[in-house]
């Protein structure tokens, strides 16, 4: 599991120094974005169901799905343009950055057992998937100022999970019990 987070700030750190230095002319990127936000979707709805009846896993399955939703509504935008706006999918996304934001500022979401971040981690991060999806919310296209904030919070989150990353590969794995 730590590998993973190790690997998903990787993927963040380039994502969000992609988005700051191309422009927002790049399709590919946001199909790159709404695929990460969709794997972070499913280990949202994974957490929900490994910790279904705890603190926070009601909201977490929530969040997931509505993660999910968006990020295939975001893939699939250019399929959907008769359906659903780039506007409704930005609101969408909004709304499933906040909600991920409420998790992680309440302590409701851990990316592993073991990790118990420090509160500013835990406050940056939160604060920032907030930030992030009011922008969306309150954007009706992908602009300049959408992509340069996507970049900023690619590279605060990367940031931060690649620290929480380092603190779990110091940190020694509990002996399983017989």
Do not use: Q
Request: proline share 4%; with cysteine; glycine share 10%.
């Amino acid at each position: 599991m730590t590998w993973v987070l190790v690997g998903r700030a990787a993927v963040l750190l380039v994502l969000g120094a992609s988005l700051l230095t191309t422009g927002h002319g790049r399709p590919i990127l946001g199909n790159l974005l709404a695929t990460y936000w969709l794997i972070g979707s499913i280990a949202t709805l994974l957490w929900a169901r490994e910790h279904r009846g705890t603190k926070g896993s009601r909201l977490a399955f929530a969040t997931g799905a509505i993660g999910a939703v968006a990020s295939v509504l975001a893939l699939a935008r250019l399929m959907l343009l008769h359906v659903a706006s780039t506007d409704t999918v930005l609101a969408i996304l909004g709304v499933s950055a906040v909600l991920m934001g409420c998790l992680r500022l309440v302590g409701a979401l851990h990316d592993d057992p073991r990790l118990v971040p420090p509160s500013w981690r835990r406050a940056a991060l939160g604060l920032s998937e907030i930030a992030l999806g009011v922008l969306w919310i309150a954007s009706d296209s992908v602009t300049a100022t959408v992509t340069d904030a996507a970049g900023l919070w690619g590279l605060l989150a990367g940031t931060i999970l690649l620290l929480d990353g380092v603190h779990l590969l110091r940190t020694p794995v509990p002996a399983a019990r017989p």
